[in-house]
């Protein structure tokens, strides 16, 4: 990670700014070009992809492979820059932000049309802050629009629960101009999230697209979502064999940029990273994600690309401090020792040399070195049974029994091999003093319901940033989610001072000082020990030799625009 200190947001305090030119700082990925299909080289590609989609509305969207998707079929008013985390323009050219930064102003593009024919203008941009704003019923559960309530928290029918979004008015039809209720460090950083993408209003009402049914634990899409995405981006989806696990998009003839080099791209899930592999070296695809480490020589030496993408991620082993209403957590969690002891038991160095690939490194707190906000100056807990044995002792929980859970039949950009993982953490445990009983659990929804819910002693999990921004990791993971209290995740702790330190950190409009808070938030948590930070880890993309123009995103935010196959 300190090969890329360098790559910082452009997130300097909404306060501090007046005139923010994105078009000036860094040019489009996509930027206005000659709109002529002619130079687009054409063709086909299958891409290997580990899971299924939910679904195709970014605003109802949580997991990683439905963002593939959609990040081809629509964009935001801002985007990151090209193999970085960086804010670029998108839809907006830029942007000008008021002295008190809660006002911000949006130069939007001209003469961008949605896919369905219908215009991109500033009351289109107004129209998607409001039908956020305005969800209600399911669309307004957790589980349909989380990424909405992290970033802007309430809704309109919640005025229980204050929201960061005010208003949205149109100027005139390329000038939006967004009042939010506080100065956060989250926007518009969080604007580059495909969960704010650009959806045609028009769409969105004749498919009756916030119209979600079913009840939080099993969510139904109406059709908008599962056959009418409508976005202004270089792709439009075409069909999805859902039940062969196939999504074929294909080039949008109209798009406002430099079009698409492919006709047409298959994303086919392969859930196995072997077969995934096994297909590309067979011919039956043309590029896959999640190499599994092991592989990175065989494919190079096998004529393949390895294309691995810069560390922008965690690995943690969750810790449920049981102090949830009900919770069946070992109770013995609550003693800071005890969660300390886990710390001092885990060989971090032997995780990383043995089980990642090169350019993995141990983590010592929950933010990666290139965010603001990371520093040296934590309390570290460096592998050391011996210790934990002590502080074991010292708190009479010798022998504590820890339910581990770890998922199956999946592949993560932090963790490639959640089987291999779980051994070795599984025996440092055991050989720190304590007992544990293993839980493997099928990882979505079966894991991922379980974790959230609590009902795991510990767990491994982790979090890829979503963008360049501190809060983004600690405060998605510790800040208060309510009543005073930690996620369910983490077994609902309660720490004023960490919420605090995160609150103040957040609203913060000196991004200098804000810096040295969140800094200081990091030491917090690093005493409290909610969790175990364990890896930060590179991941790759592999395609053949065939295949060109792919870039990778240290956010998995690849754009398949520029991607070219030949032959």
């Known amino acids: 990670m300190h090969r890329r200190r360098a790559t910082r947001v452009l997130a300097a305090s909404a306060a501090a700014l007046t005139a923010v030119s994105l078009s000036a700082c860094a040019s489009s990925n996509r930027d206005n070009a000659n709109n002529d299909t002619k130079a687009a080289s054409g063709g086909t590609l299958v891409f290997g992809a580990p899971g299924d989609p939910a679904m195709f509305d970014p605003a109802f969207a949580t997991d990683g492979e439905s963002f593939r998707v959609t990040r081809q079929l629509y964009d935001g008013l801002l985007t990151t820059k090209e193999g970085s985390a960086d804010i670029a323009p998108a839809l907006s050219e830029s942007y000008d932000v008021s002295d008190d930064g809660l006002t911000y102003t949006f130069h939007l593009r001209n003469d961008v049309k949605f896919t369905d024919g219908t215009d991109f203008n500033a009351d289109a941009v107004c129209a998607n802050f409001e039908r956020w704003y305005n969800f209600t019923g399911l669309a307004a559960a957790p589980a349909a629009s989380e990424y909405y309530q992290n970033v802007f928290g309430g809704f309109k029918d919640t005025p229980d629960v204050p929201s960061l979004y005010k208003s949205c008015k149109a100027d005139d039809a390329t000038t939006a101009v967004v009042e939010i209720s506080q100065v956060t460090s989250r926007f518009p950083a969080a604007l580059t999230l495909p969960s704010f993408a650009m959806q045609s209003p028009t769409a969105l009402e004749k498919y009756d697209a916030n119209n979600l049914s079913g009840n939080e634990d099993a969510l139904s899409y109406p059709a908008y979502a599962l056959e009418h995405p409508t976005g202004t981006g270089p792709f439009k989806l075409e069909s999805w064999d859902k039940g062969n696990g196939e999504v074929t998009i294909v080039r949008n003839d109209d798009y406002w940029g430099e079009p698409a080099k492919l006709d047409k791209i298959i994303f086919r899930t392969i859930s196995d990273g072997n077969t995934r592999r096994q297909e590309l070296e067979a011919g039956s695809i043309d590029a896959y994600d999640l190499v599994a480490p092991a592989d990175y020589a065989s494919l190079k030496d096998g004529g393949f690309k390895v294309l691995p993408r810069d560390p922008f991620n965690i690995l943690y082993l969750g810790i449920n401090g049981g102090n949830v209403a009900g919770s069946k957590a070992n109770p013995a969690l609550k003693d800071l020792r005890v969660r300390q002891a886990i710390a001092y038991a885990i060989d971090r160095e032997t995780v990383v040399k043995s089980l990642l690939p090169d350019g993995a490194e141990a983590a010592v707190e929950f933010v990666p070195p290139v965010v603001d906000g990371w520093t040296e100056d934590v309390t570290k807990y460096d592998y050391d049974p011996a210790k934990a044995k002590q502080l074991l002792t010292e708190a009479g929980a010798m022998g504590t029994k820890l339910r581990f859970y770890y998922p199956t039949d999946v592949s993560r950009p932090y963790l490639p091999d959640p089987a291999a993982m779980f051994e070795v953490i599984n025996k440092n445990l055991v050989d720190a003093g304590f007992t544990t009983e293993p839980v493997s659990l099928p990882w979505n929804p079966d894991y991922l319901d379980a974790v959230s819910a609590g009902q795991a002693d510990i767990h491994l999990l982790g979090w890829t940033g979503d963008y360049n921004d501190a809060y983004n990791f600690i405060g998605t993971f510790f800040a208060d989610a309510g009543g ?84």
């Open 484 to 567: 005073g209290q930690s996620k369910e995740e983490f077994g609902g702790f309660k720490s004023p001072e960490i919420f605090d330190a995160l609150k103040k950190a957040d609203a913060e409009p000196d991004p200098a000082t804000r810096t040295e808070l969140y800094q200081a938030a990091n030491k917090v948590i690093s005493d409290f020990v909610p969790a175990v930070p364990i890896s930060h880890s590179p991941n790759a993309l592999a395609t053949s030799d065939k295949v060109s123009g792919l870039v990778p995103s240290p956010l998995s935010a690849e754009d398949f625009a520029t991607v070219a196959i030949s032959g």
